[in-house]
Structures are given as structure tokens and as C-alpha cells.
């Protein structure tokens, strides 16, 4: 019998007939069916976003290669993101979506359109003042976020233009956030998970058309990537309204001091509030560690913060397909299993996710680690992209391997948190380990330089996973289901042989040395990754592990 079945027969109804026990059974298997379905459709969508993303950093790769002006965009690009997870995906995200969960389970729905009123009036207000104040502030901005490009004053200035152009992206954004935490807790995933390719398609012209016809006026070419961002998050945000209007819950925000009051004053806005208090700590430590190692990196080689954003790009392929659709997928879902009082049912999913990603994180961290090289040569090895260039990269991309399983698991514990509405130890374990993680860039910066920052990094979230859930066991919140000990083992062993298989890859091809034989390299990594994927489940089946009895979990 799977895990969610038994989980809900656990609960104590009193005395149930055989037929009451078989539909419970059935609708326990139905959610988990549902759950997985809905986890494959965030993946999905989730894989096109970042196949175009990549292509994105391709084409801006092969264009404008590692250099001043492509360190410029990227440190202007990450300012509107930091503060976008302010107010987006981060802090608010995790106030908002719990509380929305809990009132639609509480309230129904047209209590809960009142709270998504009320709160997109507040969250307009706040992001114009952002907004206003954030494009007015943009040098200090960028020295804050990376002084060191004060060294070549012209790429300060470029940078500070740029970031006066992409800033208001934070405000559609973060009105996109409230949108998709709308939409997973009507569970329509199918819209957020999307939207993103919209950010790249409009950055991919952006490069291709735009940057020619911004030179042809006499500006820096590089302006148009900052053009592509802002369109980006206007379109992204006109699919989200056209999406909620389709169920009736497009927001109603009020520009009037009456409406502003009275929605500040409701008790489900001062819920969210009081949440993003903490969330918004724990966000910005988590971001704290970012922008030491963007100062950090900026007085690095020329080049520096471009080969991490290069990395943290193909980074991105895993914790999102397997972390971000995860957690996209749960928080909603364990909200409201905390909201009727399912403790079963809590535990029971965060067993699934956790298990799923040590199925899917272990392999992957197995290729960025021994595989590297190839993916970045292939990917990345073109144009104005030097084989030093992809030396650096591959560098920092194996930074980020080791600690892409704690990445990924992040991305189901804090979920476990947020759901119970406690955004506090979360904080309370990014500080310790924002401590750890600058002490570790002391000890290892002169030692590797900048591949040293996504090693800290990567070692950090190891330890803030394991530390999250060490707390989750402790105050019994989740309680792992029999048979971790040999799944375990089934996961090292697979993972092992595909170790050895990948080694040999990356040693048996001059993976750096035919960059003009594109076909053939690609179709090579294409067949290397396809046989890798083969060898992995095939060993799993050969060690007893029966996949589609476990997804079913």
C-alpha cells in the first residue's frame, strides 16, 4: 500500500466499513496522483523557461562575451531581482501564499477575493515608492552592490544607467508573484510556471535585434538587454491579470488614502505583515551573501561576476525543475493540510518531496561536479567566449555541485515552515549560516578565487538543509516513512556507476579543442547525457528500486 494511503487510514474516523476504507484509499491516491501531475506540469514548463533562458545567456555570451559591460548588466540586472525577491517570490511569497491557503480553506472563496484585494492595494502602494526611490538611489545601488567597477568609471556609469531602466521591473514582478500565488492556490500552475519564457524571449530579441539598432543610434548596444527586462516584465504580468480574470480574482487596487487605510488595517493583510517581518530578514540574508560575493567578485578578475552568472545559469536547469517546481507545487498544499489539521498529510508529502529530490538532486550534482567541462564547452564555447572562459566557468559550476542537493532540498523544508506559518527559524538558520558561509570565502578566496563563492555558497545550503530538517524532526512535524536506509543505498549505488561513466566522458573528448564542429559536439553530450540518464534508472531497477510505485508515493 503507498505511503499516502496508509497515511490517511492512519487517521482515527472511528469505526469504518471495508467500502469507507477503500474510498479513503482512493482519495488518497487521487491527491497523490495530482500531486505528481501537477509537480510534472511545473517541471515542464519550468524546463522550457530555462532551455530558453539558456539560450538567452548563449546568445548574450556569444555577443558580448565576459567583459566590463557584461559584468555592468549582470550587477544591474541582480538589483532589480534582489529587491524583485523582496517583494516577489521571496518574503512576500511566503506570507502571502500560507495565509491565502488558509483563508480559502477557512473562509471560502469570496472572503478570500476581499484578502487578495486588500493586499494587491498595500503591495501596489509600496512597490511605487520603491520604485521612485529605487531609481533615484541607483548609484549608490550599484557601489553598494559591487564598488569594485568603479575601476573602469565607464562601466559604473553603464551600470547605473541600466539599473534606472530595469528597476520598475520589480514592481510588475512582484505583482506577478501575488498573481502566481493566486493561481497555485487555485492550483493552476500551468500559467506561472510559464510566464518566465516570455522575460527570456524578450531578452533574446533584445540581443539579437535590439542591440544592432541601439548601436545603429549611437548608444551602447548592451542598453537594449536592460529594454528586453522591463518588456519582459510587462508582458509577463498582462498573462497573469488575463489568468485571474478568467476566474474572477483579478485584484481591484485602491489609489484612494481611504481604500489604502482600509486595506492595511485588515486583519489577513496584518497577518501577511507580520509574516514577511521575519521572511523579510531571511531573504535579506540570504541576499546578503550574494552581494558580499558580487563586492568580492567585482574586485576579481575582469570577468568574474560574469563567469558565476554564466554558472549560476546552468545551476539553474536542476533547482528549478526539480526545487522551485517542488516547492511551487507543496507550499499551497501543505498550507492547507495545516489549515484542516492533517498532520498525516503534511508529513506524508514532505516524505515524497524529499525523497524525490534525493532521487533527481544526487545524479545531477554528480554531473556538474565530474561533467563540467563538456557542458560548459558546449553550451557556452562560441563567439566571443575564450577557452580561458570556459576554464573559469566550468570552475564555478562545480562550486555550485556540491551543494546543489542542500539547493534543492531547501526548496522542500522551507515550505515546511512557511506552510506552518512560522517564517522565524528559517531566519534564525540563514544567519548562522551567512556566518559560515563569508568565513569560508576568507579561507578559500585566496585559494580558488572565484569559484571559492559558489563553493561557500554551495557548502552553506548543505548546511542550512540539514539544519532545517533537523528541526523538522525535532518538534515531529515530519516523520520519515520505513525504507530511507536501502533507498538510500539504491541512489549511491546508481550514482556511483554513472561517476565512473561520466569521468570517462569527460576524459575521452577534446571537449574544448573542436568549437567549430558544433553539430558533432553537441550530438556527442546529447548521447553522453541520454546514456547517463539510462545507466542511472537502469541501476536503480537492477537494485530493486520500482520507480513508478514510488512516484505514486
Not at 492512519?10 to 482519495?27: E, K, Q, V
Not at 516570455?198 to 536592460?226: D, S
Not at 544526487?362 to 553550451?379: D, G, H, Q, R
Request: include cysteine.
Amino acid at each position: 500500500m503507498d505511503v499516502v494511503s496508509k497515511a490517511v487510514d492512519s487517521i482515527s474516523y472511528g469505526p469504518a466499513d471495508p467500502a469507507t476504507a477503500l474510498r479513503r484509499r482512493d482519495a488518497a491516491t487521487l491527491r497523490a496522483v495530482s500531486l505528481l501531475k501537477s509537480a510534472s506540469v511545473v517541471s515542464l514548463l519550468t524546463l522550457l523557461s530555462r532551455i530558453t533562458g539558456m539560450a538567452r545567456e548563449l546568445l548574450i555570451a556569444s555577443t558580448f562575451g565576459a567583459s566590463a559591460l557584461t559584468d555592468a548588466f549582470n550587477v544591474a540586472f541582480r538589483i532589480p531581482n534582489l529587491f524583485r525577491r523582496f517583494f516577489a517570490e521571496g518574503a512576500f511569497s511566503q506570507a502571502f501564499v500560507p495565509v491565502l491557503a488558509a483563508s480559502k480553506a477557512r473562509d471560502g472563496e469570496v472572503a478570500t477575493k476581499t484578502l487578495i484585494d486588500r493586499v494587491a492595494t498595500v503591495l501596489a502602494w509600496a512597490l511605487l515608492l520603491v520604485s521612485v526611490i529605487g531609481v533615484l538611489a541607483a548609484p549608490a545601488l550599484v557601489w553598494v552592490m559591487a564598488s569594485g567597477l568603479q575601476k573602469n568609471p565607464r562601466s559604473f556609469e553603464i551600470a547605473v544607467v541600466m539599473t534606472r531602466w530595469m528597476f520598475p521591473y520589480i514592481a510588475f514582478m512582484s505583482l506577478v508573484a501575488l498573481a502566481a500565488g493566486v493561481l497555485n492556490t487555485w492550483k493552476r500552475f500551468a500559467v506561472p510556471a510559464a510566464t518566465p519564457v516570455l522575460l527570456n524571449l524578450c531578452m533574446i530579441t533584445a540581443a539579437w535585434l535590439g542591440a544592432p539598432w541601439f548601436k545603429a543610434l549611437g548608444l551602447e548596444p548592451i542598453y537594449a538587454l536592460a529594454a528586453g527586462v522591463l518588456l519582459g516584465g510587462v508582458l509577463q504580468l498582462g498573462v497573469q491579470v488575463v489568468a485571474l480574470r478568467k476566474l474572477g480574482l483579478a485584484p481591484v487596487m485602491g489609489w484612494r488614502h481611504g481604500a489604502l487605510r482600509a486595506a492595511w488595517a485588515d486583519s489577513g493583510t496584518q497577518a501577511i505583515v507580520k509574516l514577511m517581518g521575519p521572511a523579510l530578514l531571511g531573504v535579506g540574508v540570504a541576499h546578503l551573501s550574494m552581494l558580499i560575493n558580487t563586492q568580492i567578485a567585482s574586485y576579481l578578475a575582469v570577468g568574474s561576476v560574469s563567469w558565476i552568472t554564466y554558472a549560476d545559469r546552468l545551476m539553474e536547469f536542476p533547482t528549478a525543475l526539480l526545487g522551485v517546481a517542488m516547492g511551487v507545487v507543496l507550499m499551497p498544499q501543505l498550507a492547507t493540510a495545516r489549515a484542516t489539521g492533517d498532520s498525516v498529510r503534511y508529513s506524508a508529502m514532505l516524505d515524497w518531496g524529499l525523497r524525490l529530490v534525493v532521487l533527481l538532486a544526487v545524479p545531477c550534482a554528480v554531473a556538474l561536479i565530474a561533467f563540467a567541462k563538456p557542458l560548459v564547452a558546449v553550451l557556452y564555447q562560441y563567439g566571443a567566449i575564450t577557452q580561458n572562459d570556459v576554464q573559469q566557468i566550468t570552475r564555478a559550476l562545480m562550486g555550485w555541485g556540491v551543494g546543489l542537493i542542500g539547493l534543492v532540498a531547501l526548496k522542500v523544508l522551507a515550505p515546511g515552515y512557511y506552510a506552518n506559518q512560522d517564517t522565524k527559524t528559517p531566519v534564525r538558520v540563514a544567519i548562522a549560516v551567512l556566518v559560515i558561509t563569508q568565513l569560508l570565502n576568507i579561507a578559500l578566496v585566496p585559494w580558488f578565487a572565484h569559484a571559492a563563492l559558489t563553493l561557500s555558497i554551495g557548502i552553506g545550503a548543505m548546511i542550512n538543509a540539514v539544519w532545517l530538517l533537523r528541526g523538522l524532526l525535532q518538534r515531529g512535524s515530519y516523520r520519515p516513512e520505513p525504507g530511507w536506509g536501502a533507498f538510500t543505498l539504491q541512489v549511491l549505488a546508481a550514482s556511483a556507476v554513472l561517476l565512473g561513466f561520466l569521468l570517462w566522458a569527460n576524459g575521452a573528448f577534446a571537449w574544448t579543442q573542436m568549437p567549430d564542429e558544433k553539430i558533432r559536439r553537441i550530438a556527442l553530450l546529447g548521447m553522453i547525457l541520454l546514456a547517463s540518464g539510462a545507466i542511472y534508472f537502469t541501476v536503480l531497477w537492477a537494485t530493486g528500486l520500482k520507480l513508478r510505485q514510488f512516484l505514486r508515493r
